[in-house]
Every structure is written in structure tokens, then in C-alpha cells.
């Protein structure tokens, strides 16, 4: 497509593709950095969401250790980190109860004191703010939709979506070719499963010491609780109920200012039932009495869906390639035994930065391969951090919760010195027969506690343009029926959380898959957790997607 469309471009000196935590630390490091020697660094951010923090999703409880380094005097400039955790609770739940774990028996990567319960969307909108204020240029609703190349193969920049293209590829009278962006490097900071990364990945063979990834879908909701249910900082997490055998992953509770909490429940990727539907897990979950109790009486303010990158240190792969980087997400830098990827991403994206300028203040010329990005970053306090919780996930993926989460408590007091567990098994490829496996029945929702798909998927904000092409491609129609329909019985259908797919004709006996792509939160589960591989996210047009406000 490039070839055959003349693009207008731009030069940078970086380009940075993702306004999340990762990609903003990198803009606002490089840009301190260059005003602090006087120099000139052109940067350009691209971010896919209308607005900044539009598409952000997480828990969220924040360390503040990359923040304090970033921004030493936050809080006279007004970041939104105004709840502190003021107590931790940890429970295995059964379906009727729970079993408290004494403080003493909490993880030491669980403990909170010292950091906050925030709406991570909303800290990314103020540190938006403050990397305008500085001087750098964010392009919102405009995402790396492709990566140009130099003739030598080295990365040369991104383009953006072509808008103006229907439902079956055609350009409409409104069509306008994607620009180029340009640039020495180009840091992409595309948060999990990014489009681009993938290519990358694949491209300059960059995991090929690396384990495979490993992935979670959270979901989370926003509600408003009665004055009497609420207890500012208490911080709430669990294993255990609703997740049956087989099943890895967590429930949280978090308690904000204003008689607000946000809730939700991780599902670890890797499980093996096809029959199962992470967001009827999740509804269900809140009819346990430890979460039913707080909610009741309460209102339903938010919902959303995100998948999480739970790899770790073992999956974490080459993040330098020529003439580029790879931060967060995009790579694999969160901190799973935490439950946190914000500071390790934005050190990641920091750590980017000072080795972009050292580079770049150097006069050296562009389109290199930074290899001393990699070993800067393992040697960081938030590599070091993910090498001692190497084991967190993989342990509980062998061992199960119970045997799992004793190795990994073991192996954090110790320090992280124990016999390193691995788990190279692609989550993609767990999923057994639908015909082996039993199939839960899930309760209709109540409308009070517990809701449907549509009317979650309508608190997200979620808009995508009429009568343009679908971001949601399939390498193969006929694998959508001839494999995953026959013998998975069309996973895609449960395990997305915003109803996108939907088997329809087999009451005539021509069963089809029909994507409805309008309704897509970007979660990327589907790319993800896809048993043969065949459904591929790419960027939608027009800055289309959900629009998270206090999430």
C-alpha cells in the first residue's frame, strides 16, 4: 500500500508511537534532558485515542517511584495521586467465603504502603499536560498504523492510518493517504500486544532468547458506593472463586476518595476451557458477599476491558533493533507478581530517553541499533525488580494458586534466589477440543450487581466511524468455521468482552462469523488468545476506540 500511495511526510529526530505511561516518560525525559544542556531534540508523539488517556486502562494502584524521579515536585503540579493505600487485605476466596491471610503472610510484592489508588486514564492526561507545557508535539487520534523502512531495513518512521477506506478495502470519495513520520529513532511504546511490536518482534527475531509471552485480560468497573461501605485506601486483593481448576489469575478492590471504588478481576490467557467466558466470570465474581457487601446500594459509573502483558523477565525480549526502541508494554515490562507495569514502563521509557540522548548529543547519525538500551534497562532498578519476581507467573501457571503462590512467597523473601521456574508455553495454544471440556453455566445478570455485555460496552464510551474498513481482519475466512467453529465452538465469542463476534446463519445450517468491529474496546484479547492465530488487530481510522474518563 505504501508504494502505491504518494504520503506527504514530516522529520523528527524521535518519533514515539503511544501516549501510555511508557511513551510520555520517554518524551518528557528526552525533552528535560535536552533543555537541561541547552539542545535541540524535535519530538513527535502519536497517540491512536481521540484524546490523551482516552484508551488508558488499569487497576490502578500506583507506585510512585519512576514518578518521584520524573517529576520530583508532583505534587505542587497538581498530579492526580491524591489517594494513599492506607491498609492491604488479601483473601483466597471459595464460592461463599474467604480465608484472610494474616499481614505477615501477604507477599512482600503485595504490600502498598506508599503508594495510591488513582485513575491511571487521568494521570496520563496530566502527564499529557505537562509534556505539551514543555514543548512537545502530541498528535492524538493518529496511531502508527504501519512502519516505513529504510532501504538498508533499518526503521525509518511510522505512517498513519489512510482514512476514507469502506468495509471492503475501497477508497471513498473522502479518502486520505496516512502521513509519514520520520524520524533518527523511533521508540514504540504501543502498550500490550502492540500491532507494530509484533512486526518488529518478528521482523529482527527479537525474542529468540526469551521465553514465551504470557498474557491476562482485567476487566474493571467504576462504581460509587454508599458512604458506610466505604474505607478511602483500603486495598483489596484475591485468588481463588470465581476461577474454577485450571484457571489462574485475581480479583482487586480498591478503594478511592469520593465514595469510590474500581473492582475487577485478571484472567490469566493460559487457560485451557473454551467454554469459558472471562466476562460472565467476572460478573459473576461480584456476587460474592466480600464484593457484594461493598457494592450494594452503589452504582455502576464505568466499565472496561484490557488485556495485560504478564511475561516478565523470563519473556522479556530484545527491546533496541536498528533505528529503533521497544518500551512497556509494547515489550513486557510489568511486574505481575505486582499487579503494576506503570513504573517499570515509565522507567523503561526514561531509561530510553538518556540513552537516546546520549546518542543523539553525540551528533551521531541515526538508524543504529542501541544495544546499551537493553543492558541499561536490565540493570535498572526496575529490571532488577522484574529479575527477582521471575518466577511469580510461571509458578503459578505449573503449580496451580495454592503450591504456586507459597514457591513464589518463598522465592520473594529470599530474595528471588530460588531455582528459576519457566513456562514457554504460547497462551494461544492451551485451548483444548470444546467436546473434552465442561461447559459452565453462567446466572443471568440482575441489572443491580451483575450486567450484560451491550450494557457494559455502552459505559466505555465506545465509537468507531461508520462504514470503514474493519480493524479486525482474518488471515483465512474459512479457518473462522472450518477450525475454531468445529472444534473450539468459537472461542472468539466468549472470551471478548465487548461482543464483537458472533456466529450467525446456523439456524440454516451456514454457520458465518460476523465481526462487529463498532463495538471493539481494544483489548486485544482476541489477537492474543486466538487458537490458530488468525485474527490480527491493526489500527483502526479516525482516532476510533473507547473513551475512558476516571479509569
Known amino acids: 500500500m505504501s508504494e502505491a500511495i504518494q504520503r506527504e511526510s514530516m522529520e523528527y529526530d524521535v518519533v514515539i508511537v503511544g501516549g501510555g505511561p511508557a511513551g510520555m516518560s520517554t518524551a518528557i525525559k528526552l525533552k528535560q534532558l535536552a533543555d537541561e544542556k541547552g539542545q535541540e531534540i524535535s519530538i513527535c508523539l502519536l497517540e491512536k485515542s481521540a484524546e490523551v488517556g482516552a484508551h488508558i486502562l488499569s487497576g490502578a494502584v500506583i507506585e510512585p517511584t519512576a514518578m518521584n524521579e520524573l517529576f520530583p515536585n508532583w505534587e505542587e503540579l497538581g498530579a492526580p495521586l491524591k489517594q494513599a493505600v492506607k491498609r492491604d487485605e488479601m483473601h483466597m476466596f471459595n464460592e461463599k467465603g474467604s480465608i484472610k491471610f494474616p499481614g505477615f503472610m501477604i507477599p512482600p510484592a503485595m504490600h502498598n504502603k506508599g503508594n495510591y489508588i488513582v485513575s491511571l486514564s487521568n ?3 496530566w502527564l499529557g499536560e505537562q509534556a505539551e507545557a514543555l514543548g512537545i508535539e502530541i498528535y492524538p487520534g493518529f496511531a502508527g498504523a504501519e512502519i516505513v523502512y529504510n532501504e538498508d531495513g533499518s526503521v525509518k518512521g511510522v505512517a498513519t492510518p489512510n482514512n476514507g477506506v469502506d468495509p471492503e478495502g475501497t477508497h471513498k470519495p473522502s479518502f486520505e493517504p496516512g502521513m509519514e513520520l520520520h524520524a533518527k529513532y523511533t521508540v514504540f511504546a504501543e502498550g500490550c500486544r502492540g500491532q507494530l511490536g509484533k512486526e518488529l518482534m518478528a521482523k529482527f527475531d527479537l525474542n529468540a532468547d526469551a521465553d514465551a509471552q504470557h498474557y491476562g485480560i482485567g476487566f474493571k468497573e467504576l462504581w460509587e458506593i454508599k458512604p458506610e461501605n466505604h474505607e478511602p485506601g483500603l486495598v483489596v486483593h484475591g485468588s481463588g472463586w470465581p476461577l474454577s481448576e485450571g484457571m489462574t489469575g485475581g480479583s482487586f478492590l480498591y478503594h478511592l476518595g469520593d465514595n469510590m471504588v474500581t473492582m475487577g478481576l485478571i484472567i490469566d490467557l493460559n487457560y485451557r476451557n473454551p467454554n469459558i467466558s472471562p466476562f460472565d466470570e467476572f460478573q459473576r465474581m461480584k456476587h460474592h458477599p466480600a464484593f457484594a457487601k461493598t457494592l450494594e446500594g452503589g452504582k455502576r459509573l464505568g466499565y472496561g476491558a484490557r488485556a495485560l502483558t504478564k511475561g516478565g523477565w523470563n519473556s ?10 521497544l518500551v512497556g508494554c509494547d515489550v ?15 522507567k523503561s521509557g526514561m531509561v530510553a530517553a538518556e540513552v537516546l540522548f546520549e546518542h543523539l548529543s ?8 542501541l544495544d546499551q538500551f537493553d543492558q541499561a534497562f536490565r540493570e535498572s532498578w526496575a529490571g532488577k525488580e522484574l529479575k527477582k519476581t521471575r518466577s511469580f507467573a510461571p509458578a503459578l501457571h505449573k503449580f496451580g494458586a495454592w503450591a504456586g503462590g507459597i514457591y513464589s512467597y518463598i522465592d520473594q523473601i529470599l530474595g528471588g534466589i530460588l531455582p528459576t521456574i519457566r513456562d514457554n508455553h504460547a497462551d494461544h495454544a492451551q485451548l483444548k477440543k470444546a467436546a473434552e471440556c465442561e461447559k459452565p453455566v453462567y446466572p443471568k445478570p440482575d441489572g443491580v450487581l451483575s450486567f450484560d455485555k451491550p450494557s457494559s460496552v455502552f459505559l466505555s464510551n465506545t465509537y468507531h466511524e461508520e462504514d470503514i474498513f474493519c480493524h479486525l481482519t482474518l488471515k483465512d475466512k474459512s479457518v473462522a468455521i472450518d477450525v475454531n467453529y468445529k472444534d473450539f465452538d468459537s472461542p472468539e465469542t466468549r472470551y471478548c468482552p465487548a461482543g464483537v463476534y458472533e456466529i450467525v446463519g446456523e439456524d440454516e445450517g451456514k454457520p458465518a462469523l460476523q465481526i462487529n468491529g463498532q463495538n471493539c474496546i481494544h483489548c486485544k484479547t482476541c489477537d492474543i488468545k486466538d487458537p490458530t492465530q488468525n485474527i490480527v488487530w491493526i489500527s483502526p481510522e479516525g482516532g476510533g476506540g473507547p473513551s475512558y474518563s476516571n479509569m
Open 123 to 125: 494521570v496520563i492526561r
Open 316 to 325: 522479556l525480549g530484545k527491546m533496541s533493533f536498528p533505528g529503533g526502541l
Open 332 to 346: 513486557g515490562t510489568m511486574n505481575s507478581a505486582k499487579i503494576k507495569g506503570t513504573h517499570t514502563a515509565m
Open 362 to 369: 553525540a551528533g551521531k547519525e541515526g538508524g543504529q541499533t
